[in-house]
């Protein structure tokens, strides 16, 4: 008899795309207000679009207190059924990752591309 697992049971210890996840990685974020200000101020986008984005992180290798990050828009990963769970998430969806980059946690610095 074969017997099938719901989605939630199944994802379990699988990220997106069936990889092995070796860490445990955060869960997508409201931008901080050192990214939402390096957006609007250093790039010159709007604030009100700016508002509904997140973010994703791992730690940076080697360098305590920074990480890598990922920015992306909800409603457009949502209406393309995308779903992130972590920065590996995007891995395979480069179209949307909006912008990328690190922070650095302690002094509140941010590099975005």
Not at 6 to 25: E, F, I, P, V
Not at 49 to 78: M, N, Q
Request: proline letters at 3%.
């Amino acid at each position: 008899m074969l017997r099938w697992l719901s989605n939630k049971t199944a994802a379990k210890g699988r990220s997106l795309l069936g990889r092995q996840s070796s860490q445990k990685l955060p869960k997508p974020h409201k931008l901080t207000i050192e990214i939402a200000r390096y957006l609007t101020v250093i790039l010159g986008q709007s604030s009100n679009w700016v508002l509904g984005l997140k973010y994703v992180e791992r730690p940076k290798a080697g360098k305590k207190g920074v990480c890598d990050i990922r920015v992306f828009d909800k409603l457009l990963t949502t209406a393309n059924r995308v779903q992130v769970i972590n920065y590996n998430s995007l891995d395979d969806y480069h179209d949307f990752i909006l912008y990328e980059g690190w922070l650095n946690k302690d002094d509140g610095i941010v590099f975005l591309e």
